[in-house]
C-alpha cells in the first residue's frame, strides 16, 4: 500500500488529497449508517487521526451531529492540516459521549507496538456507549500483515473500511473475525508489479442427483515422504 502511495505522491498527488479522498470516501458510510444520528470520531496522532478529522468535518459539513476525541495531538504534517481542515470543538480523552455511530481512527496499519491499557480502555468505553462501531482502514491495535492483536484482545466491530487496497490483516484471522463487513473506500492507487492479490473463492457446481464419483470425475494425487511411513 506504501509503494502504491508512492507513485501517486511521485506523480505530484498530495499526502493532503490522499487522506481527503479517504476521509471523505469514508465519511460516505459513516453518514448513511449513521441516519442522521449523532457519530463520535476518535482521533489518534497519525494519519489515520487525520483520516478521522476529515470524515467529521465531512459529517458536519453535511449538517450532522458529530463529536471528535483527540487520544493525541498530531504527529504528522498532514493530521496537523486535517484538524486545522476541522470546523467543530475537539474533545480531551476524559470526555463521555454517546450516540449512534463510533469511529474508531485511533491507530491503523503504523502501529507496531503494544496498545496501552490507556487507550484499550478508552476503546472499550466508546464502543459499549454507541450502538454501531466502525473501524477506519483496521480495527486499532492489529498488526496489518499478520492480523494479529498487539498484546490486547480485539474488539469486535460492525463495519471496517479498508483505504485504498485491502491489507493481510483483513482476510487473516484471528484479527478477519472482528471486522463485521468489509468495504473498500477507492482513493485512485493501482496495484504495484508484485503485489498480493486475493483469490476468491472457486465456483463448484452442485452435483447432480445421479451423480456419482466416476462421473464427477477422478483426482489423483502423490504425495508422501521418504521417512514416515503413512504420510
Same mark, same amino acid.
Given at each position: 500500500?506504501?509503494?502504491?502511495?508512492?507513485? #501517486?505522491?511521485?506523480?505530484? !498527488?498530495?499526502?493532503?488529497?490522499?487522506?481527503?479522498? &479517504?476521509?471523505?470516501?469514508?465519511?460516505?458510510?459513516?453518514?448513511? %449508517?449513521?441516519?442522521?444520528?449523532? *457519530?463520535?470520531?476518535?482521533?489518534?496522532?497519525?494519519?489515520?487521526?487525520?483520516?478521522?478529522?476529515?470524515?467529521?468535518?465531512?459529517?458536519?459539513?453535511?449538517?450532522?451531529?458529530?463529536?471528535?476525541? +483527540? &487520544?493525541?495531538?498530531?504527529?504528522?504534517?498532514?493530521?496537523?492540516?486535517?484538524?486545522?481542515?476541522?470546523?467543530?470543538?475537539?474533545?480531551?480523552?476524559?470526555?463521555?459521549?454517546?450516540?449512534?455511530?463510533?469511529? /474508531?481512527?485511533?491507530?491503523?496499519?503504523?502501529?507496531?507496538?503494544?496498545?496501552?491499557?490507556?487507550?484499550?480502555? @478508552?476503546?472499550?468505553?466508546?464502543?459499549?456507549?454507541?450502538?454501531?462501531?466502525?473501524?477506519? /482502514? %483496521?480495527?486499532?491495535?492489529?498488526?496489518?500483515?499478520?492480523?494479529?492483536?498487539?498484546?490486547?484482545? #480485539? @474488539?469486535?466491530?460492525?463495519?471496517?473500511?479498508? #483505504?485504498?487496497? @485491502?491489507?493481510? +490483516?483483513?482476510?487473516?484471522?484471528?484479527?478477519?473475525?472482528?471486522?463485521?463487513?468489509?468495504?473498500?473506500?477507492?482513493?485512485?492507487? !493501482?496495484?504495484?508489479?508484485?503485489?498480493?492479490?486475493?483469490?476468491?473463492?472457486?465456483?463448484? !457446481?452442485?452435483?447432480?442427483?445421479?451423480?456419482?464419483?466416476?462421473?464427477?470425475?477422478?483426482?489423483?494425487? *502423490?504425495?508422501?515422504?521418504? !521417512?514416515? *511411513?503413512?504420510?
Amino acid at each position: 500500500m506504501r509503494s502504491a502511495e508512492q507513485v #501517486l505522491i511521485a506523480a505530484g !498527488t498530495s499526502v493532503d488529497e490522499l487522506m481527503q479522498r &479517504a476521509g471523505r470516501g469514508a465519511a460516505d458510510y459513516v453518514w448513511r %449508517l449513521s441516519g442522521g444520528r449523532a *457519530i463520535t470520531v476518535l482521533c489518534g496522532p497519525g494519519n489515520n487521526g487525520g483520516d478521522g478529522y476529515v470524515i467529521a468535518e465531512a459529517i458536519r459539513e453535511r449538517g450532522g451531529e458529530v463529536r471528535v476525541i +483527540a &487520544a493525541a495531538e498530531p504527529a504528522t504534517a498532514a493530521a496537523h492540516t486535517a484538524r486545522a481542515g476541522y470546523g467543530g470543538t475537539v474533545l480531551g480523552l476524559e470526555a463521555v459521549v454517546r450516540g449512534e455511530v463510533f469511529v /474508531d481512527c485511533l491507530f491503523g496499519t503504523g502501529l507496531t507496538r503494544r496498545l496501552s491499557a490507556e487507550y484499550f480502555a @478508552l476503546l472499550e468505553r466508546l464502543a459499549a456507549n454507541h450502538h454501531l462501531r466502525v473501524a477506519i /482502514d %483496521l480495527p486499532s491495535g492489529v498488526d496489518a500483515d499478520l492480523g494479529l492483536p498487539l498484546g490486547r484482545e #480485539l @474488539l469486535g466491530y460492525d463495519l471496517t473500511l479498508a #483505504l485504498g487496497a @485491502l491489507k493481510f +490483516a483483513h482476510v487473516l484471522m484471528p484479527a478477519a473475525a472482528t471486522m463485521g463487513a468489509l468495504r473498500l473506500v477507492p482513493i485512485g492507487v !493501482t496495484a504495484p508489479p508484485g503485489a498480493a492479490r486475493l483469490i476468491g473463492q472457486p465456483h463448484l !457446481t452442485a452435483p447432480a442427483a445421479d451423480a456419482h464419483k466416476y462421473s464427477r470425475g477422478l483426482l489423483a494425487v *502423490i504425495g508422501g515422504a521418504v !521417512t514416515p *511411513i503413512g504420510t
